[in-house]
């Protein structure tokens, strides 16, 4: 059966990085996908990065230069280097993962994904 666990959330100041990691067991192939989510208070959750298996990224516009994605498949592990921390990244992270082909235009979206975490609680504050 395969487990995501999120971990290295936290609290931390405007400016300031956390580095969020995922890691992957009863994982029995290389992912095709694997991406972070977000959920703040109040809204839907939203893709933030994904990589595909050859380690091409997306990112959504909000974190382009100041988010990094990467993986490291030997070790089943997926992180998320998270640097220029604002307020309104504050939210709930989720890795999400799926075996299936997708085409690079649908790796930010929800529906692409059938394995998920349980999340871990990032806050910036001002």
């Known amino acids: 059966q395969v487990q995501l666990v999120e971990s290295g959330g936290g609290s931390v100041q405007a400016g300031g990085s956390l580095r969020l990691s995922c890691a992957g067991s009863?994982?029995?192939k290389n992912w095709y996908y694997q991406a972070w989510f977000r959920q703040a208070p109040g809204k839907e959750r939203?893709?933030?990065?994904?990589?595909?298996?050859?380690?091409?990224?997306t990112y959504t516009d909000p974190v382009k230069g100041r988010f990094t994605i990467s993986q490291d498949n030997a070790k089943n592990i997926l992180y998320l280097q998270m640097n220029s921390l604002k307020p309104e990244d504050t939210g709930m992270y989720y890795c999400?993962?799926?075996?299936?082909?997708?085409?690079?235009?649908?790796?930010?979206?929800?529906?692409?994904?059938?394995?998920w975490g349980q999340g871990t609680q990032v806050t910036v504050s001002s």
């Open positions: 999400a993962a799926t075996y299936k082909y997708t085409a690079g235009y649908y790796a930010l979206h929800r529906s692409t994904y059938d394995y």
């Open positions: 009863g994982v029995s």
């Open positions: 939203e893709g933030v990065a994904a990589v595909d298996g050859v380690g091409i990224t």
